[in-house]
């Protein structure tokens, strides 16, 4: 059964901090993976998404990478600001198209 | 397109009651999601469809769950009767090909 981790669970930045997000998957039998973010009492906004064959992706300050033979992908997320703050939800879509998604990370940027 | 349309946005019933959730995917997605979202589990896959047909309700907690998807159009999930431990946000999410979008959710109160 596939299991998404995301670490730190939760993390507080000065603004201004270049900061990495973790999220590890313990099957690499996936076809893409996914970088939402969820703002409190809303839904989830997609960031990213990285297909199997890929790398990396990028937009704006964010860059998502994967390795997917060791089952892992980082979110970078450069010179934060107070508006990032929010939860950031990593998920794999595996084949047969299940997304699994992980407890997500709670990031606070302080001005 | 305007998104994945849930309603209603808030739900509070008293237990025992039967709840129906609704939800208007994305024109042209195959994929429909259900997800259930509470702090101590995060958010959990209910079931999902493909081209109409539900594909896999393993995730469906008891029978008191149903979920239909008529049309392509259309989704319902439905509670009966509702019981506290039911309340929660409920997010559908629907895909085509690459990323999935998610509804802004149903926070269900079931008192």
């Known amino acids: 059964k596939q299991e998404v981790t995301q670490i730190p669970a939760a993390l507080s930045v000065p603004e201004g901090e270049n900061l990495v997000l973790n999220c590890s998957f313990t099957d690499s039998a996936i076809y893409n993976l996914q970088w939402f973010r969820q703002d409190p009492g809303k839904g989830l906004t997609s960031l990213l998404l990285?297909?199997?064959?890929?790398r990396e992706q990028t937009s704006g300050r964010l860059n998502a990478s994967l390795d997917k033979s060791s089952g892992r992908s980082t979110l970078y997320i450069a010179a934060s600001q107070p508006g990032d703050s929010a939860t950031y939800l990593c998920?794999?879509?595996?084949?047969?198209?299940?997304?699994?998604f992980g407890a997500g990370t709670i990031l606070r940027v302080k001005s | 397109d305007a998104g994945v349309i849930q309603s209603p946005r808030h739900e509070v019933t008293e237990m025992g009651q039967e709840v129906t959730l609704r939800c208007k995917p994305i024109?042209?997605?195959?994929?429909l999601f259900w997800y259930r979202q509470t702090m101590m589990r995060g958010l959990e896959l209910l079931i999902y469809?493909?081209?109409?047909?539900?594909?896999?309700d393993s995730g469906m907690p008891e029978d008191r769950f149903s979920a239909k998807m008529p049309n392509a159009s259309f989704s319902t999930l439905k509670i009966q009767p509702s019981e506290p431990r039911d309340s929660a946000v409920y997010f559908c999410a629907s895909q085509g090909i690459g990323e999935a979008f998610f509804g802004q959710g149903t926070r269900l109160t079931v008192v």
């Open positions: 990285i297909q199997s064959s890929q």
């Open positions: 024109s042209g997605h195959d994929y």
């Open positions: 469809f493909n081209n109409n047909v539900p594909i896999d």
């Open positions: 998920a794999v879509l595996e084949y047969g198209n299940k997304l699994v």
